[in-house]
């Protein structure tokens, strides 16, 4: 071998990086999957239901829906990005309901009085906070899996829950309680109506009529503003503050987080408190809007939110996500599981269907934009 | 001659009924670089983890530019200027290169933990730091996934250096690297030594890395220092022999050529 190429003497490491333009940046994007994905949805939907689905009634719906996902699913994805799961969300959930509308039927505890809704949510939200905390507390002492302890979780909350409703109510279920967000402001926060100029300015262009000629809807659910609040925020954090550096740092390599002085155990327990949260604004917005509550409500609702992290683009081991990604995902699972509704021929079973279709699909895109972004790893 | 940067008198270290270290004596100079060889077992590790603060030594004492230290954690070394740069590299490959370069330290406005990254500021220390030991990273938000292990291995030196290593200890850096970028690493080697103000412990097996960049060695075998000296003072053959633990092997090529002989 005497002879050697010499024309590589010029090409550094740094060459083998392609570099492009706004297209191919804008390629590695992580979200860019589950935009396909979204894309894909809206258009099969607003066919197939002639556009029934987004018109007036059915954007209201449909965001309603929508924001509930996205709710917990921007959570579980910061938490899912930090390399942990948590599977008691659904039943959180349940709690959260049960706490408000057993204290404003009941009491506060303690025998402090009657409940305001302000009071109600503050008691609740210290509950699930600690809950979160002890969650979060046992994992990172423990060192066990939080799979296993979370799935213990979603057992225990789901008994307590049942098990307060039938000690305190003799009841699985609460209903007729006062309609709260018609005087309270802290109500309808939760359970009111927002953006209801959108839909004004809709009516003033000639369109949103009913049959009686009169406006036909008056504005989107409140908790579309909590969905909107919970991704800006969670967006921000993740993407541009230093707590966003640490979620990503002990999702990756813990270790050598720490090592570099990550408060990683401190990371891991806020994110528990957080998806707490996140379980606990779901709940007092359906408990605000229709004034009941219900011992198996938020049933399933942690793997709905999982499985939209994942759609979102969210890597299943940690260190890899985006809250865009979980946008897209929650308006892709929003938009399907209202499809029966603008659809009448189909069974309402093919919602099922069709988010394992969905979830593959969405996995085996993401799986090649992040194998473009980190280098196959 | 100056006073040493760093220097251990006596270190021994204990694990039980098992001597890992014992009496170690070390010293390594501003702008020099210090080999530190042996074989697997002869106690590099270890002596590396008391330097750099994970363990505690069982006797003997430590100087960081002339006073006694002696750290509980490795962030007490860290926070003296001795920066260890593990195989490991403490490196997160789905992160950006400017993450991890700040990982932990990030640049911030606002209120801890919540403040707003500077990551205008951020990327442009992280490509100028690496530049500045020879390694341009196109794009400083590219992740870490992408880059070879040379370049792994000049980030996470050009991170130690940045926030502020004296003494940089560097764990076998050019193991498990091909051969273009072992060459990659020890040009940053050189250049890091050429700033002139940290001194550097490299740990290596490989004789040859060790010549082209060590001004001193020192060589390890079962928990003890079996000898040293000036590049200039040891030949080539004595090099290898003290690499060998000290034994007389004899030259593997001969051997290997027997064993070859012998009919296999």
Redesign the interface.
């Known amino acids: 071998m005497s002879t050697t190429s010499t024309n590589t003497d010029d090409r ?4 083998r ?1 392609q ?1 492009g333009g706004h297209l191919s940046s804008l390629k590695r994007r992580p979200e860019v999957g589950s935009f396909l994905v979204m894309m894909f949805v809206i258009l099969a939907i607003g066919f197939a239901s002639n556009g029934n689905a987004f018109n007036a009634l059915g954007l209201k719906n449909n965001f309603s829906i929508i924001s509930q996902f996205g709710i917990i699913a921007t959570g579980a994805c910061l938490l899912m990005i930090a390399g942990e799961f948590d599977l008691s969300i659904g039943s959180m959930i349940g709690f959260a309901g049960m706490s408000m509308a057993m204290m404003l039927k009941w009491g506060l505890p303690f025998g402090l009085g009657a409940a305001t809704p302000l009071t109600a949510f503050l008691f609740t939200l210290a509950m699930t906070l600690a809950l979160g905390w002890l969650i979060g507390t046992i994992v990172v002492r423990s060192k066990l899996s939080s799979f296993i302890v979370t799935l213990a979780f979603l057992f225990f909350l789901r008994g307590v829950t049942e098990v307060s409703f039938r000690l305190i109510n003799q009841s699985t279920q609460i209903s007729g309680l006062p309609d709260y967000k018609e005087t309270s402001w802290f109500a309808s926060m939760f359970g009111g109506e927002s953006f209801a100029w959108f839909y004004d300015a809709w009516f003033a262009l000639g369109s949103n009529i009913n049959r009686a000629g009169n406006q036909w809807v008056s504005g989107f659910d409140a908790r579309v503003v909590w969905w909107i609040a919970v991704s800006v925020i969670a967006y ?2 993740l993407s ?7 979620i ?2 002990t999702g ?2 813990r ?3 720490r ?4 408060p990683v155990d401190k990371v891991r327990i806020s994110l528990f408190m957080l998806t707490a949260l996140c379980a606990t604004i779901f709940a007092a917005c359906q408990v605000f809007e229709t004034n009941t509550a219900d011992a198996a409500k938020g049933n399933l609702k942690e793997l709905e939110a999982i499985a939209i992290a994942v759609v979102g683009g969210t ?1 299943m081991t940690g ?2 996500g985006s809250v865009i990604g979980v946008i897209f995902g929650a308006i892709t699972f929003g938009l399907v599981a209202n499809a029966v509704f603008f659809i009448p021929s189909i069974d309402g079973s093919y919602y099922r269907v069709f988010v394992g279709v969905v979830l593959l699909t969405a996995v085996f895109l993401n799986e090649s934009v992040r194998k473009r ?5 | 001659m100056s006073e040493p940067l760093i220097r251990a008198t006596g270190l021994t270290k204990r694990f039980g009924p098992f001597t890992a270290l014992n009496g170690i004596d070390l010293e390594v100079r501003k702008g020099e670089v210090l080999a530190l060889l042996g074989d697997n077992g002869a106690g590099k590790s270890t002596l590396i983890k008391i330097l750099s603060g994970v363990h505690q030594p069982t006797e003997g004492k430590m100087y960081v530019e002339g006073k006694e230290v002696s750290f509980q954690s ?2 007490d070394a860290s926070a003296v200027g001795i920066g260890t740069v ?1 195989q ?8 950006s290169v400017t ?1 991890n370069f ?5 640049i ?1 406005k ?1 209120i ?6 500077d ?1 205008a500021t951020m990327d442009k220390i992280a490509h100028d730091e690496m530049v500045k030991i020879g ?5 400083p938000r ?2 870490v ?4 292990g ?2 792994r291995q000049t980030l996470a030196i050009a991170r130690a250096i940045y926030f502020g290593a004296k003494v940089l200890i560097l764990d076998e850096p050019t193991s498990a690297l091909g051969q273009k970028q072992q060459m ?1 690493v020890l040009k940053t080697i050189m250049s890091v030594k050429a700033r002139g103000d940290i001194a550097i412990i490299f740990i290596t097996h490989n004789e040859i890395h060790s010549q082209l960049v060590a001004d001193r060695f020192t060589f390890l075998a079962l928990g003890e220092v079996i000898g040293g000296g000036a590049k200039e003072d040891l030949a080539h053959d004595e090099i290898r022999r003290l690499m060998a633990g000290g034994a007389d092997i004899g030259d593997l090529e001969k051997e290997l050529a027997e064993v070859q002989a012998g009919g296999l």
């Not at chain 1, 550094?12 to 060459?15: I, M, N, Q, R």
């Not at chain 1, 090592?259 to 990550?262: E, H, I, Q």
């Not at chain 1, 972004?373 to 790893?377: D, N, S, V």
């Open positions: 550094k490491e740094a060459d990086l570099k921000i954090v541009r503050t230093q707590a966003g550096n640490w990503f740092a990756d390599n270790e050598s987080a090592a570099n002085g990550v890597l260190g890899f972004i980190t280098g196959g790893l | 490795p962030r593990y490991d590299l403490a490196i997160n490959p789905l992160m993450r700040f990982m932990g330290r990030e911030y606002g801890r933990p919540f403040g707003i990254l990551m390694i341009d990273v196109s794009d590219q992740a996934g992408t880059m070879s040379g370049q990659g």
